[in-house]
């Protein structure tokens, strides 16, 4: 064991470290919570999700978690596991922080950081923490020099807090969050290696169109019957549906499925590495081209949707004749929450989610085990169509693997369509999954989604599904 000061440094040997932040209970003690921010070289985050508290406890590279206190003899312990082995190349620090809630690090006593090898116990390194008015402290980092991975003990406090902290590491936090936190105090110095940067602006709403539709060209020749609601529709964005709805109805068509009807219902991934899709309306294109899907083939003419990241929600069900209107409410990305237990974010519409809930982690087998549940509730004649979007970054193979082989006797055809050309992980060989009685999934990933043309993206969409349900009726699920 080698006790440190502050400043001082120690090569780290073992594979897997766990880290300690210990101090002693009594009367009028802040409550202190441990976390862990992943940087890269540049000394900042690559987005909100590499950050690790109690809030977000896992890294989607499983190599960073937040373990949770344990108390005895008048003592707390909160823990921090790092397996160094498994960071991503991208990460060169570790910067091992904590905040304290309801008071000042100098209102808590005994306050020790303590660097363990997680297999062997042993301990590593041992570090006495001084503080004063701070609300927020960095106790430690672990970074790599020359291919080596190293501890330096820091000693820095924020008086700023656990936003101020994490906004200077390049993490967005939510306003009303950062009102929350203690009022800002003269700043300490900034981290060592890394230079303030610009709390990242709030993620603008796609744009409205008009909310009263022009007066009405006729329809063109050849055009389909209206979908309920279709008539309130701004006349270019009707103009769009009705081509698209005949090009849904070819696809159907070359797949030999005409006239086939389905409850159709739409899932949209809202993790943080969304957000740039969300913020160029991408994410907003996708629900329009979808509209011509529900349009042409979903039983009642709506569409049930979820939207999810760390969390599944539940969204308004979508109308065609709302179209403007719910893509501006409820096409949204997932959102931050520094400090749980909050009241519902201010502004929101009372049909919204607070996305706060729904966080910006990725765990698709949360929202799959949740539409499962709702198709089962609710039962209709008709076959289901989930059309599942998603940029990946999964790593949830497992879980997601047990959901889709369990929902095979269901009467559900799981579409998923890649975004991007991230990790996608089982999604990517759902259709070599053996054992099961039909193929209930389809799975394909393009680059650039806005540069699919309409019939491109229909065709691919809809080409598994007709084969799904002749099977399905075979093998008696239908």
């Not at 909310?211 to 701004?234: D, F, I, M, R, V």
């Not at 009642?300 to 209107?325: H, K, V, Y």
């Not at 369509?417 to 089982?426: A, F, P, R």
């Amino acid at each position: 064991m080698t006790a440190l000061s502050k400043g001082a440094n120690l090569s780290v040997d073992a594979a897997v470290v766990r880290v300690e932040l210990t101090w002693s209970e009594g009367p009028g003690v802040p409550d202190v919570d441990a976390s862990a921010l992943l940087l890269t070289g540049a000394g900042r985050v690559r987005d909100d999700g590499d950050f690790v508290f109690y809030n977000q406890p896992h890294h989607a590279s499983k190599a960073v978690s937040h373990l949770g206190k344990q108390r005895g003899a008048g003592t707390t312990i909160d823990s921090v596991t790092v397996e160094l082995g498994a960071l991503e190349p991208a990460i060169e620090r570790i910067v091992l922080c904590a905040s304290a809630d309801g008071g000042t690090f100098g209102q808590v006593p005994g306050l020790v950081l303590r660097v363990v090898d997680e297999r062997t116990r042993a301990e590593i390194a041992h570090f006495v923490m001084e503080a004063g008015t701070e609300t927020a402290f960095i106790g430690g980092e672990l970074y790599l020099r020359q291919g080596k991975w190293k501890f330096r003990a820091v000693g820095q406090g924020y008086a700023s807090g656990l936003a101020g902290l994490a906004t200077d590491f390049g993490i967005t936090v939510d306003a009303e969050d950062a009102a929350d936190a203690p009022a800002p105090q003269p700043v300490s110095p900034a981290p060592l290696g890394a230079p303030p940067v610009a709390v990242q602006p709030p993620r603008p709403a796609p744009p409205a169109p008009p909310a009263q539709p022009a007066p009405q060209a006729a329809p063109p020749a050849g055009a389909h019957s209206l979908t309920k609601g279709e008539e309130h529709l701004p006349v270019d964005m009707r103009k769009r549906l009705d081509l698209r709805k005949q090009q849904v109805a070819v696809s159907l068509t070359k797949h030999g499925a005409t006239g086939i009807t389905a409850r159709v219902i739409l899932v949209l991934d809202a993790s943080g590495s969304m957000s740039f899709l969300y913020t160029r309306g991408v994410v907003a294109d996708v629900v329009e081209r979808m509209a011509a899907v529900a349009a042409q083939l979903d039983d009642d003419g709506d569409m049930q949707a979820w939207t999810f990241a760390s969390n599944p929600a539940r969204l308004p069900d979508f109308r065609i004749g709302e179209l403007p209107e719910w893509t501006r409410l409820h096409v949204r990305c997932g959102e931050l929450s520094l400090f749980g237990g909050k009241k519902r974010k201010k502004g929101l519409d009372d049909s919204q989610v607070d996305m706060r809930s729904v966080g910006i982690q990725n765990e698709e087998q949360k929202v799959i085990a949740e539409v499962r549940a709702y198709v089962r509730q609710t039962p209709v004649t008709a076959p289901t169509l989930v059309l599942f979007f998603s940029d990946g970054g999964i790593y949830r193979n497992a879980q997601i693997e047990k959901e889709l082989r369990e929902a095979v006797d269901e009467p559900i055809f799981w579409q998923f369509v890649g975004l991007g050309k991230s990790n996608y992980g089982v999604l990517e060989r759902l259709d070599t999954l053996a054992g099961r009685r039909v193929d209930n999934t389809g799975f394909f990933a393009v680059d650039d989604i806005s540069t699919v043309p309409d019939q491109e993206l229909y065709d691919r969409l809809l080409s598994e599904f007709p084969q799904w349900t002749a099977a399905a009726r075979g093998a008696g699920i239908l």
